[in-house]
């Protein structure tokens, strides 16, 4: 168990600090991802006061700016795999303002989908109202059983998400749902073999829609950026009771 900190060591709260703490909390070096989990940009020191947030957008950091904030903290960072690797355009105006404000940047991809309490599969289920856990200890996807119909389902999704879903099936008997939020549209294969009825997943793709009309499982887009504003938010909540600092999440507008 994680000793409470006193006091003055609240007050002396730094970025490594938080990395360190956020890199053991979420297992980050476990997860082969697509980007590097953790700290990604490094512009300050002591922290007083957490943004939280989706995306690392331009918006959000001027959201940072404003709130006076010395660490922004999101699901989607920089450096993916595969992009161009200068520091310019978007990319480098996006950092440019960060160091020039003196905000760092921590992310976490994989590992903030995955954490069992904090995560964005473990906030999405239980927006829905439903008392799931991973399909398996690897597993991103979560299930859970459920004793309602699929137009039922449908409706607390458009609660959960506050956007209105896309719906590929008839409304049918639900008893195993399976979700994984963002784009895990291509995971429809292992909820199906998971034994799921309906698959709730952020994006679709064309191929999606023939996959779940011929293996006879409903399925759901809820948005990806609607699924995954639970991770970061929740995670900054956190830290806010474990360092004694200041959190704000900002909710950028996205329809996707």
């Given at each position: 168990m994680v000793a409470v900190m006193t006091t003055e060591e609240m007050l002396m709260t730094t970025v490594s600090e938080i990395t360190r703490y956020c890199d053991e909390l979420l297992d980050a070096h476990s997860f082969d991802d697509y980007c590097p989990n953790g700290l990604q940009v490094e512009a300050s020191d002591e922290v007083t006061k957490i943004v939280s947030g989706v995306t690392a957008s331009a918006e959000l950091i001027d959201a940072a700016i404003e709130q006076k904030a010395q660490l922004l903290l999101?699901?989607?960072?920089?450096?993916?795999?595969?992009?161009?690797?200068?520091?310019?355009?978007?990319?480098?105006?996006?950092?440019?303002?960060?160091?020039?404000?003196?905000?760092?940047?921590?992310?976490?991809?994989?590992?903030?989908?995955?954490?069992?309490?904090?995560?964005?599969?473990?906030?999405?289920?239980?927006?829905?109202?439903?008392?799931?856990?991973?399909?398996?200890?690897?597993?991103?996807?979560?299930?859970?059983?459920?004793?309602?119909?699929l137009d039922q389902l449908t409706t607390r999704v458009q609660q959960a998400t506050?956007?209105?879903?896309?719906?590929?099936?008839?409304?049918?008997?639900?008893?195993?749902?399976?979700?994984?939020?963002?784009?895990?549209?291509?995971?429809?294969?292992?909820?199906?073999?998971?034994?799921?009825?309906?698959?709730?997943?952020?994006?679709?793709?064309?191929?999606?829609?023939?996959?779940?009309?011929?293996?006879?499982?409903?399925?759901?887009?809820?948005?990806?950026?609607?699924?995954?504003?639970?991770?970061?938010?929740s995670l900054g909540e956190h830290l806010a009771g474990r360092f004694g600092v200041e959190h704000r999440f900002v909710d950028i507008a996205n329809p996707v």
């Open positions: 999101v699901h989607h960072g920089y450096f993916w795999r595969g992009e161009p690797q200068p520091l310019t355009g978007m990319k480098g105006q996006r950092i440019a303002k960060l160091i020039k404000n003196g905000i760092s940047l921590l992310a976490y991809h994989l590992p903030l989908d995955a954490h069992t309490s904090l995560g964005n599969n473990a906030g999405l289920g239980e927006a829905l109202g439903f008392q799931g856990s991973p399909v398996d200890a690897k597993s991103l996807i979560w299930l859970a059983e459920g004793n309602l119909e506050e956007r209105e879903p896309l719906v590929i099936g008839e409304n049918r008997p639900i008893k195993q749902i399976a979700w994984c939020t963002g784009a895990a549209q291509g995971q429809i294969h292992k909820a199906q073999a998971a034994g799921a009825d309906v698959y709730i997943s952020g994006e679709i793709s064309e191929s999606t829609v023939h996959a779940a009309r011929e293996m006879g499982i409903a399925y759901i887009a809820a948005g990806h950026h609607a699924t995954e504003r639970f991770g970061a938010r």
